[in-house]
């Protein structure tokens, strides 16, 4: 794989080389064998199990390279496939050590691949380099130290020889960062750290580049300031820019660190030569909600009055969607695309948030002088969010987002808290509540250009897998409840769904080979709800573990 193919992996149909179907991450193929006329004859063309002792959240999107499916799974474990057939080729297992810290389970969002070889993260902190025909490790990179809180699980993006990584471990107080490794030797080019006062400094290395001080954090809160960029990357390859999203200030508790706390809650445009930030727009500034800004900024071309704006667009997990120029981060605009939020009422034009101060949770300093030890404030979107790490897809036929979205509030209150290496550093306690009775999860279809809702797909359980879009016409996207399901592009009709046993909360993904278009997704129920929702682990708790993939074609 070349650095030609990716940047036409999102023209060409033959293969799925990363994750997001395209440097972009628009989740868009022209494929349209499979369409609104034929979907309903989709049925499985194989299926492969994880195996039985290891049943987690399976995150995972697949990317397929010449008629081999490579794919993670829970516990930081890899499979190379045949995708006709679904034989397995090779697998690899990390084997985690004791005392792993993943905040949201055992998952693992992805591989990616470049010349000969596969590469993925772990829940250990590590990058691992595998010869993509043998499953052998070629090199085995410790990134940084799991005992201190961190770890990984999104897919690696690779960039001109570079494989470009993001980290986890905002819950535990570590400092979110950007790295870039040399995808022959797995050497460090260049270490971009995403909080202020830490940019040339940690781990004891230089940053290549020198960044602000702490200005927008008060004392030597900056030391642990969380903003983990774990959900990785989409890429400009014309623009030579990554953009990725920066985490949660640490901790949770926004009274112990008045100001913007940069750079948390945003979204970072950085040199993938050298690690440095290009713009930086923050969705959520002196976060006090836990709304990590890590969603997936997707580069798209907007049409606006006439003219075409090279823009990205985000839908944050504090329930705006928003827009942006990409070529230099100004605001253009932010609507809601859930049905409640409290913490603010809109952004203003310079895109500064409109809060609603009474509408943060409580400085438990206050709370104890009045002889209460804790007030809570109700607030929406809950710090699940709007819409969490799963990803949208945007259409290039109907230029239309799909956003899968939850409805969903919580209450929350503060605590006092210092920081400890290894242990949760929150700060907050928290109930998360359904806002409605019969439906959490929403798929939505958005026009960017005005924020206005095309339709909605109600469904019980919250969404918590990505979505795909096809020339067919086509929104593909999985349900807790188990299923893969088909909807029509312009009004949300489903026409088609297959219940794979357990509930999808991976990314669906479609290629063709030998003549046929195929898609397929991996089944596994879990991440952060069944752990942190409070009510809503409760709605969803009987709902079955596993661990597969599903490769589905038209019958014959
Ligand atoms: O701040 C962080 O470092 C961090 C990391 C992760 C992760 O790596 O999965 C999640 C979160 N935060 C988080 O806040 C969250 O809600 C969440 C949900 C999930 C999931 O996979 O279901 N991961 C994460
Ligand atoms: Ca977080």
Redesign the pocket.
């Known amino acids: 794989v070349t650095d030609a193919d990716l940047v036409k992996d999102d023209q060409t149909t033959d293969n799925v080389l990363m994750n997001g179907m395209g440097y972009k991450a628009q989740r868009y193929s022209p494929l349209d064998k499979i369409n609104k006329e034929n979907v309903k004859k989709l049925v499985p063309a194989w299926t492969l199990s994880f195996g039985g002792e290891k049943q987690r959240g399976q995150e995972s999107q697949p990317i397929v390279v010449d008629g081999t499916m490579y794919v993670t799974g829970s516990y930081s474990r890899i499979w190379a496939v045949d995708a006709r057939t679904g034989e397995e080729k090779w697998q690899y297992d990390a084997r985690l050590p004791e005392g792993i810290l993943p ?1 949201c389970d055992v998952i693992n969002r992805g591989a990616a691949i470049y010349g000969d070889k596969v590469y993925f993260t772990t829940l250990d902190a590590q990058l691992v380099a595998l010869n993509k025909d043998t499953g052998k490790v070629v090199w085995r990179k410790k990134m940084e130290d799991f005992q201190a809180g961190y770890s990984n699980t999104a897919a690696p993006i690779v960039v001109k020889g570079k494989v470009i990584v993001g980290n986890s471990g ?2 535990f107080g570590i400092v979110g960062a950007v790295k870039a490794y040399d995808a022959e030797t797995g050497e460090e080019v260049w270490y971009r750290p995403t909080i202020e006062g830490n940019m040339g400094r940690l781990n004891g290395k230089d940053s290549t580049v020198t960044g602000k001080q702490n200005a927008s954090w008060p004392g030597d809160m900056w030391k642990n300031g ?1 903003g ?1 960029t ?1 959900l990785g990357g989409t890429y400009d390859p014309e623009l030579n820019l990554l953009f990725f999203g920066t ?2 200030p640490a901790p949770w508790n926004s009274w112990l660190r008045p100001g913007d706390n940069l750079y948390t809650s945003s979204t970072l445009a950085i040199d993938p030569d050298n690690g440095e930030i290009k713009w930086h727009f923050q969705t959520t500034p002196h976060d006090g909600w ?1 709304y ?1 800004g890590v969603n997936e900024f997707v580069p798209f071309e907007l049409k606006k009055d006439g003219r075409t704006i090279k823009a990205g667009a985000k839908a944050d997990r504090n329930g705006f969607f928003f827009v942006l120029d990409r070529t230099n981060g100004k605001f253009i605009s932010a609507k809601p695309f859930v049905s409640k939020i409290t913490w603010a009422k809109g952004f203003d034009e310079n895109g500064r948030p409109q809060y609603v101060a009474e509408n943060r949770p409580r400085n438990p300093e206050e709370v104890a002088k009045s002889g209460k030890d804790r007030e809570p404030v109700f607030a929406a979107p809950s710090f699940l969010g709007g819409k969490n790490w799963m990803p949208m897809a945007y259409s290039q036929k109907t230029g239309l987002f799909y956003v899968p979205s939850n409805e969903w509030g919580m209450d929350i209150w503060n605590e006092a808290i210092t920081y400890k290496k290894g242990a949760a550093y929150l700060g907050a306690g928290f109930n998360i509540k359904p806002l409605y009775d019969d439906h959490i999860g929403v798929l939505r279809a958005i026009d960017p250009a005005t924020g206005e809702l095309k339709f909605e797909v109600k469904n019980r359980a919250p969404l918590w897998g990505g979505v795909m879009t096809t020339g067919g016409g086509l929104v593909f996207y999985g349900t807790p409840e188990g299923y893969l399901q088909a909807v029509d592009d312009t009004t949300g009709e489903i026409l088609w769904k297959y219940n794979t046993g357990s509930g999808v909360v991976g990314s669906p993904i479609t290629w063709e080979q030998d003549g046929e278009q195929y898609v397929a997704v991996v089944s596994g129920w879990g991440g952060a709800v069944p752990l942190w929702g409070g009510d809503v682990a409760q709605i969803v708790k009987n709902f079955n573990q596993g661990g597969s993939v599903w490769a589905f074609r038209l019958a014959k």
């Open positions: 905040c905002g819950e969380g983990a774990w985490g949660n836990d990590d």
